[in-house]
């Protein structure tokens, strides 16, 4: 049988060497104390056993809270014959005369509660046995307050001996489980500290909490004014229990009730305060009857709200409130969502219609849940419904707010049974749902986006009454635009025609804004009338953002185009950082963060946001921004087959414009590292005519540098400096400058080269754009020197290694032989301690 000290073998050698110094003619005293259920009486009494083993006459007395009126009710334990004060001297007189006889033991227990001649009695007696071979062991609770006239300290003396006890360690609580199998020895722990009296009734329960171990805590709480009610509430508030609150649910001051309660251990000395033991408080709303805790979790949940706590928390308050009315709550339970949440709130008393809306959404609850009934429930609900139009316009709600791959499917199947109903007249309410439920499979897997692309031609060729219907189908003809390639200028004045009025819902689709993005983002003016709109929008109608991200992310983009870095990154890290990760615009503001990342130079925090995969068209910009991020760590087959990858995805959605990703500018740079000329150049000028196509000086002057680069064509490259120079696109102006200067530098005219490379690290320094600085300024500081111990061709050879040029092309430019070259870089990469050409770029930039 498991021993009910176990855990204790430290304390009781220091106890047991108490007794040995007792033989050797030694007094002592020693204080145990711990909070309630801690193992002191316990401990004690193993503590007697083994004295009386050893020979010890012992002496018992045992405090008790109902006896703390009646005089002497300890101290007659300890000698029966004392009759008043006037007895000290023969109490005193007596023990000394046993302890001259043989050593003694004098144990009293829970002395915290004595009586106050009983505790004077201890305080007379204790320094006049000193010399004597008497142990004096007092056990104490913790944090009791004693207002007596003699205190602990005084009867134990200024430096007794003192063993604090805490809960028994994992280790222990394993032995004491092994034959419960079903029993976590962490989770005990976690639960109840280790603290004995509340693990061995944690054992005894089902549940993580103790009616029982609630109803005694409360009545050892009820000896201090407000501490049992205010515990309570703590429990009831459960980690929001902040004062103010707490006193606010109580309905009195909570501060010295709270104090008591961290001095007894019943709260952790936290803030917002926490039970120091879960279990307690499970324990104590196990002893609550169902109807007062439902009442105060009412309570709680209105304080919560009024003092504007996250929906979720009050959300948590209100679902443990079943039993009480709350109106109030029905629009906060719909914004937190869920499958507990929506059944919690039609629990209330509604109209038909919310009724039949809040069944709608836990239908798509539980079919995101991946729960069956899910979508016979929608269904049915709306099946049931009498009036078409509110259904159709409730079903419209609920496909605008969906988000996920499979509600793709689900929406057209809502769709098209509630068009059903509708008559020639709903006309409007037609198109609208037809293309809410079109922007939502568009955006799904390629072949659910090819399926919905049927549905283009007829929105486009269907012109709606309602005003701002018809400024949703100018966003399609942009987004048509966009698609195609064919004019920037009739996409922008769609785009603009579309942002002409007040803000509408349909703007906030992720497929519409990962077009408008790239549409608008040429122009400062334009991009900015789309992040005013977005932001004016009074909700956020997907469930996985907060109001206003759409914007943020629309602001960083724009930053993002004109090459200020800093900022973009500032707007795109707030989404990343709050956003669910399947959210199609988080997505998107992964892929564009970790190209912000890229071009700062800060490749381990790009890395993370680039890893994951998906069929939604966001996660082309994911494959994207992972090509860039290899080609910028100098994995150039790693980077061509992500950037291939991009351009096939694109392909197969037919999508072929380079203004909504520049996969073929870094995919040319990628075949030049690898040494494949001719696929770069081929590349380049397909881009190029797509570029001018589309007639921006962003993709123009950017397919420029890619034929430049890949021809070796100082006019082109010129031309792309020029166009791109005139533009607000100051990051790809940098750019346009290095690799103008670089080539010029090639080619020997290294007087033409040196004022590009300047400015284009003056550039790139402001920007921020820091591995594009260094290349630049690398190239324009003096030759002559040393950089990081490198000779001047050893410089040289590493640069144009990290431009991805092979040993074949820097021999060729360096008019040095292979072996040459090799013999320079083998040399860098032991001046420098790296392995080879992955690290060259971190090396020379470090």
């Not at 100018?474 to 987004?479: C, G």
Request: charge should be negative.
């Amino acid at each position: 049988m498991t021993s009910p000290l176990l855990g204790r073998d430290a304390e009781l050698a220091a106890l047991g060497r108490l007794l040995d110094d007792a033989l050797q003619g030694k007094s002592s005293c020693v204080v145990v104390t711990g909070g309630f259920g801690i193992g002191k009486s316990a401990l004690l009494d193993a503590f007697t056993a083994d004295a009386r083993e050893r020979g010890f006459t012992v002496r018992l007395a045992k405090s008790a809270r109902l006896e703390s009126h009646l005089p002497g009710a300890v101290v007659r334990q300890l000698a029966p014959c004392l009759a008043n004060e006037h007895d000290l001297e023969e109490l005193y007189s007596r023990a000394a005369h046993s302890a001259r006889k043989g050593p003694i033991l004098m144990v009293i227990d829970d002395v915290h509660v004595a009586d106050t001649f009983s505790k004077r009695a201890l305080a007379y007696l204790r320094p006049r046995l000193e010399g004597l071979p008497v142990v004096i062991a007092l056990g104490a609770s913790q944090g009791y307050l004693s207002t007596d006239e003699v205190t602990l300290p005084e009867i134990a003396g200024a430096h007794p001996h003192r063993i604090d006890l805490d809960g028994l360690d994992i280790a222990s609580i394993a032995r004491l489980t092994e034959d419960l199998p079903d029993r976590d020895p962490r989770r005990c722990y976690e639960l109840t500290g280790g603290n004995p009296y509340l693990l061995q009734a944690l054992l005894r329960e089902e549940d993580e909490g103790s009616a029982a171990v609630g109803e005694m805590v409360g009545m050892r709480l009820r000896e201090y004014a407000g501490a049992a009610e205010v515990a309570r509430s703590a429990a009831v508030l459960d980690g929001a229990a902040g004062l103010e609150l707490l006193s606010a649910l109580t309905g009195f001051d909570a501060l010295p009730a709270v104090d008591t309660l961290v001095r007894l251990g019943v709260l952790a000395d936290t803030d917002p305060l926490t039970f120091r033991h879960p279990f307690v408080r499970n324990s104590i709303l196990a002893d609550m009857p169902v109807a007062v805790r439902s009442a105060a979790h009412a309570r709680a949940a209105w304080l919560l709200f009024e003092s504007d706590a996250p929906d979720d928390r009050v959300a948590d308050h209100v679902l443990k409130a079943r039993s009480v009315r709350l109106p109030w709550a029905v629009d906060l339970l719909r914004e937190v969502g869920g499958v507990e949440h929506l059944e919690r709130a039609l629990e209330e008393h509604l109209p038909d219609e919310d009724r039949l809306s809040i069944e709608v959404e836990l239908g798509h609850a539980e079919h995101v849940a991946d729960l069956g009934k899910g979508r016979d429930r929608v269904h049915e609900a709306l099946a049931r419904c009498e009036d078409p139009h509110v259904a159709a316009n409730i079903a419209l709600s609920l496909i605008q707010r969906m988000c996920t791959e499979t509600d793709a499917y689900f929406g057209a199947s809502i769709a098209i049974q509630v068009i059903a109903r509708l008559l020639p007249e709903d006309r409007d309410l037609v198109w609208n749902i037809v293309c809410t439920a079109y922007l939502v499979a568009a955006n799904r897997d390629m072949q659910m986006a090819n399926c919905a692309n049927k549905y283009y031609d007829d929105l486009i060729g269907d012109i709606p009454q309602d005003p701002n219907l018809k400024r949703v189908r100018s966003a399609l003809l942009a987004v048509g635009n966009a698609r195609t390639g064919d004019s920037a200028a009739e996409a922008v004045e769609h785009a603009l025609e579309a942002l002409e009025g007040e803000y509408v819902d349909l703007f906030s689709e992720p497929f519409l804004f990962t077009f408008l993005v790239p549409v608008l983002g040429d122009d400062p003016e334009h991009i900015n009338k789309l992040w005013l709109s977005l932001s004016s929008a009074t909700v956020s109608y997907d469930p996985h953002l907060r109001r206003g991200i759409l914007s943020t992310i629309a602001r960083g983009a724009a930053f993002h185009n004109s090459g200020d870095l800093a900022r973009a990154y500032t707007f795109l890290q707030t989404p990343v950082s709050t956003g669910d990760a399947e959210c199609p615009a988080v997505v998107l503001a992964k892929a564009k963060f970790a190209e912000v990342c890229v071009e700062l130079g800060q490749f381990d925090a790009a890395a993370p946001h680039v890893a994951e995969d998906g069929p939604l068209l966001q996660h082309i910009n994911i494959v994207y921004a992972r090509g860039r991020l290899k080609l910028a760590s100098c994995h150039a087959e790693g980077a061509l087959e992500d950037l291939l990858e991009c351009g096939r995805r694109l392909a197969l959605r037919h999508m072929p414009n380079p203004a909504l990703i520049a996969w073929r500018h870094h995919a040319v740079r990628a075949y030049l590292a690898l040494g494949n000329r001719d696929d770069a150049a081929r590349l380049a000028h397909e881009e190029l005519d797509l570029a001018k196509r589309w007639g921006t000086p962003r993709v123009i002057g950017t397919a420029l540098m890619s034929v430049g680069m890949s021809t070796d064509d100082i006019d082109v490259l010129t031309e792309a400096e020029q166009l791109l120079a005139s533009s607000p696109h100051r990051l790809l102006h940098a750019q346009s400058l290095y690799w103008l200067g670089h080539h010029l530098r090639r080619k020997g005219r290294t007087e033409a080269a040196a004022p590009l490379l300047r400015r284009a690290f003056d550039l790139a320094r402001e920007l921020s754009a820091h591995p594009l600085a260094k290349l630049a300024g690398d190239e324009v500081r003096d030759e002559d020197n040393e950089v990081q111990g490198l000779t001047k061709q050893e410089n040289r050879v590493a640069r144009m290694a990290v431009q991805g040029l092979t040993n074949r092309q820097i021999a060729e430019t360096l008019h040095l032989t292979r072996r040459t070259v090799e013999l320079h870089l083998s040399s860098a990469y032991r001046k420098l301690g790296i392995t080879g050409r992955a690290e060259l770029v971190a090396a020379l930039w470090s």
